[in-house]
């Protein structure tokens, strides 16, 4: 491969690029999903290809293509110079790239059990059983099981002399089911909505998430919010469940530190970020309980590796240190505009993509409480429990969600089920009304395969380690 | 780009090589560029070429997907023979029936030289046009200028044979411009040609410098006039929240039990038709049928859903040719959707307003509530106050939290001229609507 890889650049140089790197990337994938008792579809699929990307006249340009040959690989390198001397056509300053040790080494990522070695009769197996415990409850109407795999195999190499191979496996599965009466439908997921909760592990991961159980209580309480009352609206105590919390995360903290929004190359797409340079070590993002870090070195999270496609070592970051905000996540690009090196943020969407700044593993450390704590000392508020809806404004400020369900608090109990929950707020006055976090024990790192930026469109896989929190006095029942 | 010939090659090849009861093969090769600015310069500028190969294998009523990007003989084989394995290896999908067969498939002329010969230079000189027209405003300009050539091929084991090559092209941008400024245009054509730089970066350059220094507007219900961009994301939120017929069948459509019965305003007609040249024609869906024009509300009553041919069939129905592909979990989805003109214009709708908001775009918009249709979501781009029937300052952003079918029940104005927009590929009319609700401000 280095061969190929080194014509490439060779080609590249010889076209006038000043920088260079190519990665070849090849995907595996293969989904299951059961639906109302039988097999809906296994899908499985596989992707190849190479991307080069280039500076020439202080401009970026990149190319790609399917076919991985020599001949292609200079075709491609010398397209992708071309393509940057159209960029220098409308160009105001010339790309600087922050130092970075040219690495070079094979990682590969754990996976005790293969999953794509896993009979998919055993896979399938599993899923049907999930499927039935969640049609136990007679009020589900849909019910669904499902499975993913991903696995990507990928070779990077700079004119600066990196190279660098990484195989990463993913793992994911959950389970969801819709209640329907009445023109009303609502509906209950384990672990976690939207497909589940992912890892960077092996079928493992999936062994561990129980999803039989997990699935009747779903079916409960997929039925039971069918009756459940409308929640309220006003202003309360609000404690998010881990998963919940880690899209909150996610929405309000991991894009706005990402620091191409901050430079406005996202403006015309997803937007810019309120967390401008200038509020650098002083502004104060959330309370006194809120410690965040990008950490793409912990073991099974989803965005963990050994380097990002620049050949940037794999690094934890603080973000908000005890409220204040400190840190972004970055490319060499944009470090070096603020005489820092790169965070180790930029990672492509497959062969075909261009790196850009994406989250890692965005976590809120652990505090000192446990969940049953929060509730007992919570006079009056809500318990959230797993997203449903999410959105935010284009500097990261306005936020509102949605979750399946949400349990009253009264005098520290829980009480009634309530449906429809959605809070809205303002990212820095929420994080600042921060005053609990569940401790290590309740702590988990939770995956999303389906983190969207850029144009074209790019999906990352990113996590997000969090346990419950509790937020005071935030504004719930939006959708009355 | 394969041609015609070299592309049912494949996938005829890749046909005869799977061994199963019934096989489907699809083929989609792309050429695609992106040329991107921000800050008034190209900071990213890309180009792909890629196919993906899919087969879609029957054993009775087990049903298995594989797809890949490789295209040579070997990776045909060894696609085939996956194909056969993941199918075997499952459980009987009892809802099954059968692929579906030949339609008469309207040959349509949507590719274009032009576009499909669009260079980087090309794209830059056209951003150079954008640009250079933001900083004659005063403004500074982010976007981007996109180029693509796409060949579809489908074949399958009961006759279906379908082809077609196209092109399309899109400009976007957004200007901004202290204090608080910013403005949004973009076009969207199968030609290049029909784009024109200097308009879109006009018509975004006036917004933007319009909107500087936004006041605040408290929260609450106000009638409302919203651009094409923004139609299109409502329009966009009720074919998600239930205007396919598997949404239907699982009864968590706001179509449920409502057919034939009034939904919205009188002036409201939805339909879905692939062969509109106003849109973005394709002849034939993922599974090769012919698309068919399907009327989803007509003047405000629940009229019909989407089918593909597994929703199809569990109704005794035929597919209207709406496949989304892959083993089609998703379901059928309208992808060319066209909302019925009016015969007004924003001009006259702002002039005939005494108090109320105009909308230049939406943003992020999510469903909160899908069988309510209600969507939140922000605005952005451009947000101004009117008053006396005119425009009298721009307001910082808001959110809404809105019934759709509720807010086009309040419509009183709708344009009679249609855009072409990104969101959902949806062609629609500026919209006057008499109700409206904001639940929150943001800070810019």
Partial sequence: MEDLTQRALDRARQAGASYADVRVVRRTTEEILVKNGHVEAVEAGESTGFGVRVVVDGAWGFASSRQVDADEMERVAELATRIARASALVQREEVDLAPVEPARGRFEMPCRKDPFEVPLEEKISLLLDADAALRREPRVTVSEARMAFFREEKTFASTEGAYLEQVKTESGAGVAATATESGEAQTRSYPAAFGGDFAAAGYEFIESLDLEQGAETAGQEAAALLDAPQCPSGVTDLILEGQQLALQIHESCGHPVELDRVFGTEASYAGTSFLTTDKLDTFQYGSDAVTLVADATIEGGLGSFAYDDEGVPAQRVPLVEEG???????????????????????????????????????????????????????QEGLLLSTNRSWSIDDKRLNFQFGTEAAWEIRNGRLGRLLKNPTYTGITYQFWRACDAVARREEWRVWGIPNCGKGEPCQVAHVGHGASAARFRGVRVGVMR | MLGRHAALEIVYHAMELTK???????????????????????????????????????????????????????GIRRLAERARAVTLAQEENPDFVSLPGPTRVPALDIWRERTASFTPDDRAQAVRVVVDTAGSWGAIASGAFSTWEREHAVVNSLGVEAYC????????????????????ASALAQDVGAIDPSAVAHEAAMVCARSVSPRELAPGVYPVILKPYAVSELIAGLAWAGLGALSVQERRSFMNDRFGEQITGEKITLFDDGLDRAGLPVPFDAEGVAKQRVDLIVKGCANAVVYDSYTAHREGKQSTGHATGGSGVWGPYPQNLFLEPGDSDLDTMIRATERGVLITRFHYTNLVHPTKTVLTGMTRDGTFWIENGQIAYPVKNLRFTQSILDALASATAIGRERKLVDVGWACVPALKLERFEFSGTTEF
């Fill in chain 1, 324 to 378: 204040i905000f400190r840190g972004y996540l970055s490319s060499r690009e944009t470090a070096a505009r603020i005489g820092r090196t790169s965070s180790g943020a930029m990672r492509a969407d497959g062969w075909n993509r261009i790196p850009l700044i994406r989250m890692t593993n965005i976590n809120l450390e652990p505090g000192d409480w446990s969940l049953d704590e929060m509730i007992e000392e919570t």
């Fill in chain 2, 20 to 74: 199963a009861d019934q096989v489907q093969v699809s083929l989609v090769t792309s050429e695609e560029a992106l040329t991107r600015f921000a800050n008034s310069a190209i900071h990213q500028n890309v180009a792909e070429r890629d196919a993906v190969l899919g087969i879609r294998a029957v054993i009775g009523k087990r049903v298995g997907y594989v797809a890949s990007n490789a295209t040579d003989s070997e």
């Fill in chain 2, 165 to 184: 090559a196209s092109t399309g092209a899109m400009l976007s941008t957004v200007m901004s411009k202290e204090p608080g400024g910013f403005g949004y």
